[in-house]
């Protein structure tokens, strides 16, 4: 059974650039779209963006449009999402999760989840 671990989330500094891994166990990466969410205190948890199982369709949402980007390396069973410009509005917890059945990707029905990331965008 697919397991998924966030990691690399912490502080870091307006504008700055983190990037943040989702390592699977028990099944191959391969098989799943992966799809990024996160959860910001005190919101509801928002999609920010998904990578489909060939890698070469991905899509966000407006808000990290042009900055934040996923890509995947299906031999090291790991997805990444790498956010530039970070503004303090992106600090959350941030979740992977797998997609089983999408062609594509999607932002809904996903299957497994990670426990999540911390990251904290501050001064």
């Known amino acids: 059974q697919l397991q998924l671990v966030e990691s690399g989330g912490g502080l870091v500094r307006p504008g700055g650039s983190l990037r943040l891994s989702c390592a699977a166990s028990?099944?191959?990466?391969?098989?799943?779209?992966i799809t990024w969410f996160r959860q910001a205190p005190g919101k509801e948890r928002e999609a920010v963006g998904c990578i489909a199982r060939s890698g070469r369709y991905m899509k966000f949402v407006d808000s990290v449009q042009g900055r934040f980007f996923i890509s995947r390396d299906d031999a090291k069973n790991t997805a990444y999402l790498e956010m530039n410009n970070l503004k303090p509005e992106d600090t959350a917890v941030y979740y992977c999760?797998?997609?089983?059945?999408?062609?594509?990707?999607?932002?809904?029905?996903?299957?497994?989840w990670g426990k999540g990331t911390l990251v904290t965008v501050s001064s």
């Open positions: 028990g099944s191959t990466l391969e098989s799943y779209a």
């Open positions: 999760a797998s997609d089983p059945l999408s062609i594509t990707c999607s932002y809904e029905d996903m299957e497994t």
